[in-house]
């Protein structure tokens, strides 16, 4: 359990300060936003009151989950209003798979989570995110209640087992000397998004140092400490699930 902790913790903290801009980050932006992949997922998402795919992308960056930069992390926000006064709907969180990686389902190239901000208002810093995994039929994969500033409440969700069955998620990566890794609950040799999620909120919580680093670490215009360290796992989960 350390090790699962030191490795979160030094993750937060490279993720926590944010890079400029550079000619790869802003051509990886720009591939994903012209990909297939980007537009499946814009149709997939269903919140009432708003046509995702009609969204503004009103703002997008580039994070990474190491310190030599090798591991990029795109983020990719939409909005609805006026240019300049648009109001955050959702993010779409973003990491491309290298090509012996494990098939994506419809011949995806990127595992993607939308974050939705539609019933949350970042002036009060109040209301409800939530997590949507838009490789596997877009299923629910967390939610978080916020009042002021102060998480509530938060609740993972597995990948639901007919979507686990539909796509043969357990099946993938089971080869004998592929290691178990902590977060592999169900120890059949993969880790789905949810199952590690789910793992690393567990275990932070339990730490003081980490608990404590959550506290700490800010999102740009989202006031939610605690909520920052939550997304900052789930970049970690989308490497964790490449590697196993």
Known sequence: MKKIVLGLTFF???CSSYAQK???????IEEFIQSVDFARARNCIKIPGYDIASLAI???????ANDDKTAPVLYVQVGAGRPGSSRLIGEFQVAKVSPNYRAVPNNGRYLILFRDYSAYDATTSTGVIKYYDLNYDCYLAGVLNVQRGIVLEWNTNSMPEEIMIKYNFNNFNNAPDKGTHYCDGNKDGDI????CY????????????CRDMCDLINKNGLPVMKAQCRFSMGAACIYLSIKY
């Open 12 to 14: 937060l903290a490279v």
């Open 22 to 28: 550079d000619p790869f980050e802003q051509g990886a």
């Open 58 to 64: 009103i703002s997008s960056y580039v994070k990474y």
């Open 192 to 195: 789905s998004f949810g199952e």
């Open 198 to 209: 789910r793992c690393m909120v567990r275990t932070c919580e339990a730490d003081p140092v």
